[in-house]
């Protein structure tokens, strides 16, 4: 699954400030169905989050015994 996370990170992500394209994330954080990508633009120096969200099925918890 990391590996999977791992090949399919977004490059080239347009600044959401300037526009200028940034080649790939600061920081990637993945959680359950989706993954947070930290963005640094080195043009502005804005920083901004972005989340991939996939369509894989939740974890299910079972539920507790009573
Ligand atoms: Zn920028």
């Known amino acids: 699954m ?37 963005w640094t633009c080195h043009a502005c120096n804005y920083r901004f989050e972005a989340v991939a969200i996939y369509d894989e099925v939740a974890v299910e918890h079972p539920p507790l015994a009573a």
């Not at 200028?20 to 993945?30: G, H, Y």
């Open 2 to 38: 990391t590996k999977a996370i791992l090949s399919d990170i977004p490059r080239q992500n347009p600044c959401a400030q300037c526009g200028a394209p940034i080649p790939q994330p600061d920081w990637i954080e993945p959680g359950e169905g989706c993954v947070r990508y930290l």
